[in-house]
């Protein structure tokens, strides 16, 4: 914070030197009091790199008169700036700053929303508005720009209905300067500090009771104690409204990064209690996303009446693991207008040409929706959900030119939407898919199903070192890196007398390790660890193409059961794999006969012939006596026999039903007619007219899916210039090339 506050004091000083910012704002003076305690600690020299771009500054801003033009400039050299200074809190944190039309939008509808329910307006007296992630302060900004409210009222709200908050100094500094800035260029006269902004992080400001009893806090209270004092005011108000951006973050990408998010057990609970208890997702990890914190805290601060209107990532509005989620607010809220925005960037081929533009630009490749929340305790009945999509094959302009004619909610022609039993709001499933045997069930093992067990894929959390096309490689990589792991616990065991943390201690280049949260665990307690040649295992990474994987526990992040398909290299297995819950892309399936990777498609389930179970005593009768496991078919009797029963026929082996599951699984109608199911469910087969068709077809498929690289080539045609010639590549070829090409990409980067 003392670092921002150094930078950056100068670029303000530039801009705004009419202003008594640095004399009047608490936070301020609290972090130029502890400079001056270290004067003479030659902090200056730390600046002195600058000076050209403080200079640059300086010169931008000569001759710009007016508000807008420098909130331009501020926001534009505080966004460069912040993620070229700060990269590890802007990733942590998750900042994305939002398009003007998207805040005028949502204000325009907040007041809107305000009449139609309440017959008030945001300028009417006693409605508090809230940003409480604020960033820059463009939504207050914007807000006191509109003329939505009035001149009369404008003293009153400024000082007293006006609250934000902020966590990052630079960001509270610029919100700070520009809703001052906004607000002196409507009334006029001598200057006047914003008192609603608040410096804090707005999740842990209702954790530990509201006591503020936790260490950290108890600092902060110490070294700003008005600052503190806001936090304590704003508490007691009564939020009406709450607008804003959230911060999208579920987690970091590597444990290298070294910037995790913060845990809010108060806040946690609350969704644990609510969005994930009705999740059905075996998964929940994303409901503690920070955008998906942000709607809990806002839903509980408002109570039992008020607005909430967030812009934040759409997905929670079509993924399996949100049903939770939306099947809580709509027992919430009363009223919901969903505008999808759409710009899902990671989906693929048609899919990603209808989604196109993201309203964010290049800064966010998730969908973006505008949610608006209504709590009003006089209406009774169901919830009121209204959906609008923004349509297909837009560019960021055009969907932000849309956002900008439609004005605010009463804009938009609505479709009104009824949830189904599984909360779906959009693409809802087909009942009759419900009918069907599901493939596995994880959560009642008394259900029936077609295989006894299935897993994801093998995730390693360190693909780099995990995988290569050459075993030897492989085999260099992984034996150097537990070198230097166990190097790093003997170092950390010498230390371990000063009580360092293992976060601060350790080695956090991507060279020489990968670190994942179970081998840190492993360096706190002097775990040391060696290298196994024979675990070095065949592994299908993607469609068609096989690499050598270092398989063990303890480097590799999880396994799920793969340890009981593929034991060991001489034992052989068959597994259909498929996309899993929420991929996406679009679904698909492939057998395979070596350990799956979890991302072979998207994220996928795999589903084995056999399993093997390891043998103690090897002289048993049905132990394979050569490597000690016993082979198990993965399909129970009662599947077969009730197989045998419907189609009037005894022939009917296991393999015959695996083979009939891989058919149906690549039958184009299957996939077109329940696309939606799909996409939220593991697949559930129907018994088809014809059993042999499919059987026969789905062995057939998976003779040329698992022989491709001994098959005669398909011939592809391609122009060079005028002449046609023909081109044999194997499938095979075509992805392993475009892996090698991105590979050789991420070790340039390196």
């Not at 990408?253 to 946690?268: G, I, R, T």
């Amino acid at each position: 914070m003392l670092s921002q506050h150094l930078i950056t004091k100068p670029v303000f000083d530039a801009l705004f030197e009419d202003y008594q910012f640095s004399q009047e704002n608490p936070v301020s003076l609290a972090m130029q009091k502890m400079l001056e305690l270290l004067e003479g600690q030659s902090l200056e020299k730390d600046t002195k790199p600058l000076d050209k771009f403080y200079s640059s500054v300086r010169e931008r801003a000569s001759g710009i008169d007016n508000a807008e033009g420098k909130q331009k400039i501020v926001i534009e050299l505080y966004d460069k700036f912040f993620r070229t200074a700060f990269p590890r809190m802007a990733k942590q944190l998750g900042i994305v700053y939002t398009p003007i039309e998207v805040v005028d939008f949502i204000i325009n509808s907040v007041n809107d929303a305000l009449k139609q329910e309440f017959g008030v307006g945001l300028t009417d007296e006693n409605v508090h508005i809230l940003d409480p992630f604020t960033g820059t302060g463009t939504f207050i900004v914007r807000l006191l720009q509109s003329g939505l409210i009035e001149p009369k009222d404008l003293i009153r709200k400024f000082h007293h209905e006006l609250h934000v908050n902020e966590i990052i100094l630079l960001a509270y500094y610029i919100a700070a300067i520009n809703i001052e800035g906004s607000y002196h260029g409507l009334v006029r006269g001598e200057y006047e500090p914003f008192k609603g902004i608040v410096l804090t992080d707005t999740f842990q400001m209702f954790e530990h009771g509201g006591t503020m009893q936790n260490p950290t806090i108890s600092n902060w209270q110490e070294m700003f104690p008005e600052n503190n004092q806001r936090v304590i005011n704003q508490k007691k108000q009564d939020i009406r409204v709450i607008i804003g951006n959230p911060p999208y973050s579920a987690g970091q990408d590597s444990e290298n990064d070294n910037a995790k998010n913060l845990k809010y057990p108060q806040l946690d609970s609350r969704i644990r209690e609510t969005y994930a208890k009705y999740s059905t997702a075996t998964l929940t990890n994303s409901l503690y996303d920070s955008y998906i914190r942000a709607v809990r805290w806002a839903s509980d601060r408002i109570k039992d009446k008020g607005i909430v209107c967030y812009v934040s990532n759409g997905s929670f509005i079509d993924s399996k693991a949100m049903d939770g989620l939306r099947k809580c607010l709509v027992d919430e809220f009363t009223s919901i207008y969903c505008f999808n925005l759409r710009g899902n960037a990671r989906t693929s081929g048609e899919q990603r040409r209808m989604e196109k533009g993201n309203v964010f630009g290049e800064r966010s490749r998730t969908s973006i929706g505008i949610t608006l929340l209504i709590k009003n305790p006089e209406k009774t009945g169901d919830c009121q959900l209204f959906y609008h999509d923004i349509g297909d094959y837009l560019s960021r302009e055009e969907k932000l030119h849309i956002i900008k004619d439609f004005k605010g909610i009463t804009g938009i022609q609505w479709k009104t939407i009824i949830p189904n039993s599984s909360h779906d709001w959009i693409n809802q499933r087909e009942p009759a898919f419900e009918e069907f045997m599901s493939l596995g069930d994880k959560k009642d093992l008394t259900t029936k199903t077609i295989f006894y067990f299935y897993s994801s894929g093998v995730k390693t959390n360190r693909d780099d070192w995990c995988y290569n096309f050459s075993q030897e490689q492989v085999s260099a990589n992984m034996s150097r890196m537990i070198d230097f792991y166990n190097e790093q616990v003997k170092a950390y065991r010498a230390l371990k007398g000063s009580n360092p943390s293992v976060e601060n201690f350790i080695d956090n280049d991507p060279k020489k390790i990968s670190w994942s949260r179970s081998i840190k665990n492993n360096l706190d307690k002097f775990v040391i660890h060696k290298f196994y040649n024979e675990h070095i295992l065949k592994s299908t990474y993607r469609p068609f193409t096989k690499q050598w994987l270092y398989c063990d526990k303890y480097f590799n992040d999880a396994r799920g059961r793969m340890p009981s398909a593929f034991p060991n290299k001489n034992l052989d297995n068959l597994v259909i794999t498929v996309t899993g819950i929420g991929a996406s892309k679009g679904f698909s399936a492939l057998i395979t006969n070596a350990i799956p990777n979890l991302h072979l498609h998207d994220t996928g389930q795999c589903f084995p012939l056999y399993s093997y179970e390891k043998q103690e005593d090897i002289g048993t009768l049905f132990t394979t006596a050569e490597y000690g496991y016993t082979k198990k078919e993965n399909i129970p009797d009662s599947i077969q026999t009730e197989f045998r029963k419907t189609y009037d026929n005894k022939t009917i082996t296991k393999e015959d039903i695996f083979y009939y599951v891989y058919g149906i699984l690549h039958s184009p109608e299957y996939k077109r007619r329940f696309e939606a199911d799909l996409k939220k469910m593991l697949p559930r087969i129907p018994y088809a007219q014809h059993f042999w068709a499919f059987s026969k077809a789905g062995r057939e498929l998976a003779s040329w899916h698992l022989n491709y690289e001994t098959i005669e080539p398909y011939p592809l045609t391609e122009y060079s210039g005028l002449r046609l010639k023909v081109v044999w590549l194997q499938p095979w070829e075509y992805h392993r090339s475009t892996w090698m090409r991105r590979r050789r990409k991420f070790l340039q980067k390196q």
